[in-house]
């Protein structure tokens, strides 16, 4: 680890990354009571935290579905989670290029005011459903608005099935 402490040296976010490298491997109980018994900000604690996740789903990489690599790579603490990687084992080019590729997410093709001319009542079936067509859209099994929404009444149209056998 003292080499990988040098190289961070001029980094932006070496303090940040030196705490992300001290907890790293720490279960997430040990972890809650360092970061109260040293009294860290919410925003800290979180930047580390979500730092942590990202750095066990590149380890994960290729298992990940694609709605799952694209969240990663617009996640706000990306970037601390890939100097890390890049400290101690460097993240595979054609990954960082995936990661460029998708900065941020797309908006959403459908609301929950389509939803709602849909017949579905708001709750936790619209939120699931909600939830469900936008990782069809993150993961291109829908291509576009219209296609979203269709997909949407062929789902509700199982369930309705379904529901009547």
Known sequence: ????????????????????????GTPASEREKIF???????SDKTTIEGALK?????????????????????????H?????????????PIIKKFIQAHPTLPKP????????EL????GKEMGMLLGR???AQLSEVVDSPKAAVEWIIKKIKKVSDASKA
């Open 133 to 135: 067509v936008y990782e």
């Open 36 to 42: 109260s018994r040293l009294r860290f900000s919410n």
């Open 54 to 78: 990202g750095i066990e789903k590149f380890r994960n990489f290729n298992d990940l579905r694609l709605a799952e690599k694209k969240e990663l790579a617009a996640n706000k603490t990306t």
């Open 109 to 116: 093709w459908v609301n929950s005011e389509q939803l709602l």
């Open 1 to 24: 680890w003292p080499s990988t402490f040098k190289k961070l040296i001029g980094s932006p976010h070496q303090v940040t990354i030196g705490w992300i490298i001290f907890l790293e």
């Open 119 to 122: 017949g579905i009542k708001p």
């Open 80 to 92: 601390l989670a890939l100097e890390f990687l890049d400290l101690t084992v460097p993240v595979k």
